[in-house]
């Protein structure tokens, strides 16, 4: 009775799944790296009976083992042996085709168990490039004031996917990003993200910069940038500024009021979180053609607008206003609405900065 309880026993710890310790649990490699070691171990280096290993990028299994040679070119065994429960490989050079699964099958009285080691062969990506939208008028190189700039980063050829970012000059960019896109082809990865904002007058001679971070770069990371310069119409070079030598006739440049109607409910200069706040921007004295364009922050207004309004006085001088009617949120503290107004031969600005509060009971 007491042998065949032990028998029992002995089935019993023979079915029972053993985990198959493995170094290292993954790994991330380069494509070209040397001597690069695989192996499988059985706890308390339990004798195993044998030990098959399917290598990606090899055609089909193989035995591992220290008496028989492998059956690949550039691969040999590693371990201490079937009797000390130990197996493996020794790549002596990664490949492209070695990403995948290394898995091991070994054998301990006659019950199989398996190990796998995950294997990430990095592929050095092209360096990335920045493309402009084919609706943007960029052919000499230049840009127009609150031009809408449609930029797309692409980082191609590369495993895993690099990491995008962006920056102007050295300020990275959070808001106007488009969603990350990555599309695999074979074992590799094209992956794009863009960016839209609306040229402003400060940008001018800035750096656009896109970052992929990929562990195969020499520093981590590759860049590319794209100079932002300000398109500069003809009327530009006519007109005189306060810097004009001493007896040239001084150009004033008519500068846009910003004022919030009396409509608007507000509580001293603080606008009301939830109410609709009616701000004009006015330009008196100017010109008939004065055009407007508004901004919060970089983000280009398009939504409340009105038409424009041009009135003329007694003495012939014209002004030009424009309405935005806008519903305040609490996000919107802090911010700074823009209005620049420009004609065919100047171009100026305001700003308002938001204070935003509650209803107080």
Request: overall charge positive.
């Amino acid at each position: 009775m007491i042998k065949l309880m032990l028998n029992i026993l002995q089935l019993i710890v023979a079915c029972v799944a053993v985990e198959v310790i493995t170094e290292p649990k993954s790994l991330i490699v380069s494509v070209g790296q040397q001597n690069v070691n695989l192996s499988c171990k059985t706890p308390e280096r339990q004798p195993i009976d044998f030990c098959i290993v399917n290598v990606p990028g090899v055609k089909a299994p193989f035995a591992s083992s220290e008496r028989l040679p492998a059956p690949v070119e550039g691969i040999t065994f590693f371990g201490d042996g079937w009797k000390k429960g130990s197996c493996g490989v020794t790549l002596a050079s990664v490949k492209p085709e070695n990403d995948g699964s290394f898995e091991c099958t070994i054998s301990i009285r006659g019950q199989r168990h398996k190990g796998l080691i995950d294997i990430v062969v990095q592929v050095s990506p092209e360096p990335p490039v920045i493309e402009i939208s084919r609706a943007i008028d960029h052919s000499d190189g230049t840009f127009n004031y609150g031009q809408p700039l449609i930029a797309r980063c692409i980082s191609r050829n590369d495993w895993p996917g690099a990491k995008l970012s962006w920056y102007l000059n050295d300020t990275q960019i959070t808001d106007g990003l488009g969603a990350v896109f990555s599309e695999k082809v074979g074992r590799q990865v094209i992956v794009q993200q863009f960016f839209r904002k609306s040229i402003a007058i400060e940008d001018n001679r800035k750096r656009l910069v896109c970052r992929a971070e990929h562990g195969s770069y020499p520093r981590g990371y590759s860049e590319v940038s794209l100079s932002i310069k300000l398109r500069k119409s003809a009327s530009d070079k006519n007109v005189v500024n306060d810097k004009t030598a001493v007896g040239a006739t001084v150009m004033q440049f008519p500068k846009p009021q910003l004022i919030p109607s009396s409509d608007t409910e507000m509580i001293k200069d603080a606008f009301i979180a939830g109410t609709d706040a009616v701000l004009n921007c006015i330009v008196r004295n100017g010109t008939g053609d004065v055009k407007f364009i508004w901004f919060l922050d970089d983000h280009l207004i398009y939504e409340g607008l009105s038409a424009l309004f041009v009135s003329q006085d007694d003495k012939g001088n014209v002004s030009v206003a424009q309405i935005l009617k806008r519903k305040m949120e609490l996000e919107d503290n802090g911010k700074s609405l823009v209005c620049k107004a420009r004609s065919s031969r100047w171009t100026n600005e305001t700003r308002l900065k938001f204070t935003i509060t509650q209803w107080s009971k």
